[in-house]
């Protein structure tokens, strides 16, 4: 299918950009492209103005700020799954993004053009609320930093504003810390039915902090906080950590659709969040 | 993969695994596909589709869409000239069966959602898809019927209130009153009274599918003069042809068509198409150029769909594991129209439900059903998976119920090797087989007994990972067709195929097919069979297909005919050749033809050093210098074939499956196939074929669902809801083949296009069924989700989550996907605002 016609923007800096953005009320901002473009051609959605990104070669990269490591957002998700600094300080998003559809999409695919979209199936949404990240915005007034529990607003819905930018993503260094991500799909390019994001800080058989977050349980990622106060300082064995697992749709909200009902996604997201867990004491 | 390479079998060529010529342009894309064609002047086509399943057309406003940039005009059902005209079904199954009128454009009624309503001809494809926006169509809804079980009712909605009734035909093969069995009915009491005896009953639903190929339908017409040129992305350029004179009225004659490269049919390309029609219909009217070239939405919504029963089956035995009679009734969706197949397509499953089994009696009943969905036709394999799906998990059933292995009962009740030829049940003669050697082998290489115990080990254990082996021992009838038995079965068309070599004066070689490819290598097969032949170099030959000017005979390519049907043709045509060639090499040789001898390419008189090689005979009898009194110069041939009989490839695929228990996720762990299709020319190209129907297969069993909303809306309309699977999402396949070559052709081919597709989804489904087996699961709606597994396993019985919209109420029907959550319920295209 074709798309409407548009007229198309390719700034090379970030100020050059925002003030395409700034130029009209119904512009979208091409990353990737690998969720805009099929809606373009869907025609589900008719921007008069793209503003494409690939050319501001600023937001891409990774960078190590003292305490956190700071992902620019048109880094792709497969530098994501390699960039050393992920690796070591957020190895539960490098865990996450290696799930993410197949190579040909993790080589288009951004971290910031999938966290804007903010689709409940995306996977790497729950990553980043695991691990306390923040989005970095710049507009008109400057740059401004959102915590991620703040920026997923609703169904395809973030804090970004008309006229801005999401530029940066600040992920707190998590060293150290185990991983894993466990999720379903239909197919290794369909989305998550259900995904859960853990990271684990082990001490001497003991779980000394955890972080569960949870893809698919409703119209925004969602933390497990009642699985995570269970488990902090108790064992990191099976036994405990199924049990606590068995709250994890506590509090959540999931949908139902062609590939779940609600009461399967429930018992997905305890499944999943206990063999999340497991993986990521063991790792 | 297995690497199967059998080296020279009978020749140079013949048994080689040749990479294919054609691959390089393929790939790149530098070629010709329908959709590169760019002619001057050329007007680009959008359709606008209806978006009701069923209603009357109350108005069409076009004005909008006529004052659109770029757009020449748009017109409706009632103005575009010739629209009106019913497109054909050319396999009328019953004198009596009855088809509503099918015209390319709608004339006042829709009966399913994407029949297009309007067409926008406008100077860029751009320009026409936002033209047809533009269109305002208003429908007055008429209730629609969608489930085939509601549509037989008494009473029930009518998909077309004019034919009075939701049955097109019926049709009836019984053993009995043919003469090849006992009455089913009969020995279904007798054993039902028998202490020994054992009657299971299961209905089974064949899901509806897509053939999803991969290159979008697309038609190009250019009108010269009183001529037109067509080029289509068709499986059957000769069909294109007759139907496109027949329809609008232009004498055959005026016509050419051509299937440039095609990227894929599985059936969906066999089909003679309202988008072709109107195509040729705006060509003519505007004396211009035309092109339409269909969207991935549209295709998914409107190319024709496959598949679609429901399958009641009576199997009957005894406790010692003998099969006895089996009864089969199916209603079988037709969809909206009968398009060129439709109503046959259950029909060609009517021999293969018995399939390779001695049973004693038999009846097969399909009852034809429209409904108000698109409508159905010809998917890879066309009647026979449903069969075989249908019968490999009958035998599975039954041989749980009586306590034995299912391998041991499909054993008990095969045709034993030295059986053949075998006349069946149903009255199929099988000229060849060896299911115990294929099995064999199979079990060899699966390590069956490893597995059963690994799988035992499992149940004992309680693991949540549980292992499941599924079985298919599959023969399928393909090679289509002895004419006389179509003509018997009142198809419109033979199926002989023909083949003409030219033998060019510098020695190169032109080889004309009437089989059309579409991707599965024909050039390369056919340049190794004549190279062997003839004795030429592979590479001198040059192989031409799909074009009516340039293969004015041909029948083109489905039902796995193309080797084991113009493959013989072919090999028919290189003999006469090497004859014409014999009376030039004698007179030029000064020889009798009797002392000619041929072999690798030249003619030596018997017992001397003089000869000539086939490309100087080529050059002298083009001089026409020196040629026996009254031949005619060159010794160019054709050739047609029209087979005896149907061939019938088998095999035994083997499959274990993991099941995750607690989550419902499968994980294929093992699949082994050992094909028998006769004797091979390229096992490189056969493998591929394998592979593909292989993936085409398991792909219904667990991904493949084409599923409607409660008003008919389609609401898989787009890759994201149809989940085809990719290559990380399928196995290892390990694969390796026996050969009884066929004995009703000269060659001993069979056909493997549709082996492999035909063979998987029982395997598959057969193999989870197994795995759930210790939770009381019987049986398992595919495709196979995760969510249907673990309700199966929740609820201990067979799961109806999904799938199917006769089962709205729970959880999924009716749902669509996250990211149409937009407010769009689906993703088609071109539809009215």
């Known amino acids: 299918m074709i798309p409407a016609a548009f007229d198309y923007e390719a700034p090379t800096t970030v100020d050059e950009a925002l003030a395409a953005l700034a130029k009209g009320s119904n512009v979208k901002v091409l990353a990737g492209g690998q969720s805009l473009l099929p809606m373009l051609r869907l025609r589900m959605a008719s921007p008069s103005t793209l503003v494409d990104l690939n050319k501001v070669a600023g937001l891409r990269g990774v960078r190590d700020d003292g305490d956190a490591i700071v992902i620019g957002a048109m880094t792709t998700h497969d530098d994501v799954t390699r960039e050393p600094l992920v690796l070591q300080h957020a190895l539960l998003l490098a865990k996450t993004t290696q799930t993410v559809a197949d190579p040909q999409v993790r080589h288009r695919g951004t971290l910031g053009g999938s966290v804007s979209h903010a689709d409940p199936a995306q996977d790497t949404p729950a990553a980043l609320l695991a691990l306390d990240a923040s989005m970095v915005i710049a507009g008109p007034n400057g740059r401004r930093t959102v915590p991620a529990a703040a920026f997923f607003k609703d169904l395809f819905t973030t804090d970004i504003n008309e006229g801005e930018l999401l530029v940066e993503v600040r992920v707190p260094k998590h060293t150290g810390w185990g991983a894993a991500y466990s999720n379903i799909t239909r197919t290794a390019q369909s989305w998550s039915i259900v995904g859960a994001a853990a990271t684990v800080q082990v001490s001497g058989g003991t779980i000394a902090q955890v972080k569960v977050a949870l893809t698919n349980m409703g119209l925004v990622p969602i933390r497990a906080k009642a699985v995570e106060q269970a488990l902090t300082g108790g064992p990191a064995t099976a036994d405990a950590v199924k049990a606590a697992a068995a709250q994890a749709a506590v509090g959540t909200s999931p949908m139902a659709d062609s590939n779940a009902d609600e009461a399967y996604r429930s018992h997905l997201a305890q499944v999943l969040t206990a063999r999340a867990i497991l993986a990521a004491a063991g790792s | ?833």
Request: glycine share 10%; charged share 20%.
């Open chain 2, 1 to 833: 993969m297995t690497a199967v390479d059998e080296g020279v079998t009978a020749g140079r060529e013949f048994g080689k695994s040749r990479r294919r010529k054609e691959d390089a342009r393929l790939i790149t894309g530098r070629t010709r596909w329908t959709d590169n064609i760019q002619l001057p002047g050329m007007l680009h086509l959008a359709m606008v589709r209806s978006t009701v399943a069923h209603g009357t057309i109350a108005s069409i406003d076009t004005s909008a869409a006529k004052g659109s940039p770029g757009v020449i005009r748009v017109w409706t059902g009632a103005e575009l000239k010739g629209s009106e005209v019913g497109l054909p079904n050319a396999w009328p199954i019953t004198a009596d069966q009855k088809a509503p009128s099918h015209p390319a454009v709608a004339q006042g009624r829709v009966s399913f959602a994407g029949e297009i309503v309007a067409v926008v001809a406008a100077r860029t494809a751009a320009a026409a898809a936002d033209a047809a926006r533009e269109v305002i169509v208003d429908y007055d809804d008429l209730p629609v019927v969608l489930d085939m079980e509601e549509a037989v009712k008494d009473g029930a909605v009518l998909a077309h209130p004019d034919l009075g009734t939701n049955i097109s035909a019926v049709w009836t093969l019984d053993s009995h009153s043919g003469g090849t069995g006992n009455d089913v009915d009969a020995e279904i009491a007798a054993l039902r009274a028998d202490p020994n005896g054992v009657v299971i009953e299961r209905r089974f639903r064949q899901q509806r599918l897509v053939p999803a190929f991969m290159e979008p339908r697309s038609t190009v017409v250019d009108p010269t003069g009183e001529q037109f040129v067509i080029w289509s992305a068709t499986q059957v350029p000769h069909f294109v042809r007759i139907f496109m004179a027949l329809v609008t009225g232009t004498p055959e004659s005026k016509l050419r068509v051509i299937a440039p490269d095609v990227g894929g049919g599985f059936g969906g390309k066999l089909q003679f198409t309202p988008e072709e029609v109107i195509t040729f219909l705006v060509a003519r009217e505007l004396r211009k150029p035309v092109k339409y070239t269909e969207s991935r939405s549209e295709s998914i919504l409107s190319a024709h769909h496959g598949r679609d029963q429901v399958q009641r089956l009576t199997l009957a035995g005894t406790k010692d594991g003998k099969m006895t009679a089996l009864k089969v009734d199916i209603l079988s969706d037709m969809g909206a129209y009968l398009g060129l197949v439709t109503s046959g397509v259950p029909v060609l499953g009517a021999w293969m439900f018995n399939s390779i089994y001695k049973f004693s009696s038999y009846r097969f009943t399909t009852t034809n059903v429209f409904t108000n969905k698109t409508w159905t036709d010809a998917y890879r394999g066309a009647g026979r998976p449903e069969a075989t799906c249908a019968i490999e998990r009958l035998v599975d059933t039954f041989a749980h119920e009586i306590g034995k292995d299912p391998l041991a009962v499909r054993e008990q009740n095969w045709i034993k090797h030295e059986e053949f030829p075998f006349t069946t049940v149903a009255g199929m003669t099988y000229d060849s087989g060896n299911y115990e050697a294929a099995t064999a082998k199979a079990v060899e290489m699966f390590d069956y007994q490893g597995l059963r115990s690994e799988q035992e080990r499992r149940r004992a254990s309680k693991d949540p990972v549980q292992l499941g082996i599924g079985i298919s021992t599959f023969t399928e009838m393909c090679g289509l067709a002895p004419s006389r038995v179509l003509g018997a079965l009142s198809y419109a068309a033979g199926g002989w195929e023909n083949a003409a070599i030219r033998m060019l004066p510098t020695g190169k070689v032109e080889v004309v097919t009437g089989a059309s490819a579409h991707g599965q290598g024909h050039e390369t097969a056919w340049s190794q069979i004549v190279a062997d032949k003839l004795g030429v170099p592979f590479e001198d030959v040059e192989v031409l297909h799909g074009d009516t000017q340039i293969s004015p005979r041909g029948l083109d390519t489905y039902g796995s005919r193309s080797l084991s049907v113009g493959g013989v043709a072919l090999v028919m045509a290189a003999d006469k050749v090497i004859e014409k060639a014999k009376l030039v090499a004698a007179h030029q040789l000064e020889a009798s033809v009797n002392d000619i001898e041929f072999a690798d390419g030249t003619f030596t008189v018997r017992g001397t050093d003089k000869g000539l090689a086939i490309q100087a005979i080529a050059f002298a009898s083009l001089a026409a210098h020196n040629l026996p009194d009254g031949m005619e110069p060159g010794i160019d041939a054709e050739a047609t074939f029209d087979p005896v009989n149907f061939s019938f490839p088998h095999g035994t695929h083997l499959c274990a499956v993991e099941v995750d228990t607690e989550t419902g996720q499968t994980k294929i762990r093992k699949y082994v196939c050992v094909d028998d299709i006769g004797t091979v020319v390229n096992p490189l190209i056969v493998e591929g074929q394998v592979h593909g129907g292989l993936a085409q297969g398991i792909a219904q069993a667990l991904y493949e669902d084409a599923r409607h909303d409660e008003s008919g809306t389609l609401t898989t309309g787009s890759l994201v809801e149809y989940t085809i699977p990719s290559a990380v999402d399928l196995p290892h396949f390990d694969t390796d083949r026996t050969v009884s070559p066929a004995t009703s052709n000269p060659m001993g081919v069979k056909g493997v296009g549709e082996a492999g597709t035909i063979a998987s989804t029982p395997a598959v489904l057969n193999a989870i069924v197994d795995a759930l087996r210790p939770f009381g699961v019987d049986d398992l709606d595919m495709p196979a989700t995760p969510v249907k597994v673990w309700r199966a396993i929740q609820n201990g019985a067979p799961s109806h989550a999904g799938g199917d919209h006769s089962h709205v109420g729970d959880h999924s029907a009716g749902q669509v996907h996250t990211h149409d959550d937009h407010g769009h319920t689906h993703g088609h295209d071109g539809g009215a605002a």
